[in-house]
């Protein structure tokens, strides 16, 4: 397996703009995690999926955020407008988890975000 | 409620001798718990897992972490560290529940180890 897929793994974009970042989990995992890693606030979740669905997102910082999970195999972060504090490497995780039974996480390489 | 307490912010060991970073938790109920090495501009790999199997568990590049109920303590170990051990290591909590939403995973802070030559 390819394990997770992020894309773009470097953006730089100008403050306004519309940021998309994409994540393929790895197949068969259920659960979807989004987080955020700064130098001052560490690592921080955003947003998690369960069978597509969003189950919590109570780290999405503002409107200007939102996720989707149109399948199985697909998600996407999105910021608009963007603004130069969201630059930050943003991760895409997978697991499958089931009752009684917590897969591991496993992470993507990161997309590092830059707003100027 | 869960959370993770890793208990040094940054650790400095010399090459060849023993790395030791802790970690308390606290869980309602049965744990798993993990291990994340994460070295600079890479993303976070799994070093080793405790599932409610055996209690001393053996990971990748000879780390090794011994769960302790009675301390809810999850400690990771290592004999000798090595130079490419210098990374941050973040400690995580899961609950195993019955549950239709998944289950949530709760990270530590993170401790930055250093490897002098």
């Known amino acids: 397996d390819a394990g997770v897929i992020q894309s773009p793994r470097h953006e730089v974009t100008e403050m306004g703009q519309e940021v998309t970042l994409r994540c393929k989990p790895i197949?068969?995992?259920?659960?979807l995690f989004w987080y955020r890693q700064t130098m001052m606030r560490g690592l921080e979740l955003l947003i998690y999926f369960n069978n597509n669905v969003p189950i919590d997102d109570s780290g999405m910082p503002e409107d200007r955020f939102s996720a989707k999970m149109p399948n199985a195999s697909f998600s996407t972060l999105k910021i608009q407008p963007s603004e130069p504090r969201d630059s930050a490497v943003y991760f895409c995780?997978?697991?499958?988890?089931?009752?009684?039974?917590?897969?591991?996480?496993?992470f993507g390489e990161g997309s590092r975000l830059t707003v100027l | 409620a869960q959370s993770v307490t890793q208990l040094d912010s940054h650790v400095s060991v010399s090459e060849g001798t023993p790395v030791l970073l802790r970690c308390n938790y606290s869980?309602?109920?049965?744990?798993?718990l993990f291990w994340y090495v994460q070295h600079p501009n890479k993303g976070l790999q799994l070093l080793l897992k405790?599932?409610?199997?055996?209690?001393l568990v053996k990971g990748i590049n000879g780390f090794e972490a011994e769960f302790k109920k009675s301390e809810t303590s999850f400690h990771l170990t290592k004999p000798s560290a090595h130079m490419s051990d210098a990374a941050e290591y973040f400690c995580?909590?899961?609950?195993?529940?019955?549950?239709?939403?998944?289950?949530?995973?709760?990270f530590g802070t993170g401790t930055s180890l250093t490897v002098i030559p």
């Open positions: 405790y599932t409610s199997a055996a209690t």
């Open positions: 995580v909590v899961s609950d195993t529940v019955l549950s239709n939403t998944g289950n949530q995973f709760y």
């Open positions: 995780a997978s697991s499958f988890s089931g009752p009684l039974n917590t897969g591991e996480l496993f």
């Open positions: 869980s309602s109920y049965s744990p798993s």
């Open positions: 197949s068969g995992h259920n659960s």
